[in-house]
């Protein structure tokens, strides 16, 4: 059994910043991707941000610039992290943390998290 739990939502004004946390934890021989999805009301869940299993990062071209993906891969912690700055109305969605775990040599799963709401308002 893998849990991911997001933590670090919430309500910020346009412009500005929040840090989302994504911590991994339960039966894991092994991490490989870590990401970020995020759904908005009335749209498809779209895919944010990753951070791959050799450290390399990408992201969607909506959020380029603007958000950082990183990972503490201190097995202890298994955390990712997504830093939003320059945040937009728009932004606003529920976000999902999402993995690709190894739980035994036989099995490689990909896991969610329950998703934080974060919504960007005046």
Not at 8 to 17: E, K, N, R, T
Not at 80 to 89: E, F, G, P, R
């Amino acid at each position: 059994q893998v849990d991911l739990v997001e933590s670090g939502g919430g309500l910020v004004q346009p412009g500005g910043s929040l840090r989302l946390s994504c911590k991994a934890s339960g039966n894991i021989l092994n991490i490989y991707n870590m990401g970020w999805y995020r759904q908005a009301p009335g749209k498809q869940r779209e895919w944010v941000a990753i951070v791959l299993a050799d450290g390399h990062t990408n992201y969607a071209d909506s959020v380029k610039g603007r958000f950082t993906v990183s990972r503490d891969r201190d097995s202890a912690k298994n955390t990712v992290y997504l830093q939003m700055n320059s945040l937009k109305t728009e932004d606003t969605a529920v976000y999902y943390c999402n993995s690709d775990i190894r739980i035994s040599p036989e099995s490689r799963e990909e896991y969610w998290g329950q998703g934080t709401q974060v919504t960007v308002s005046s």
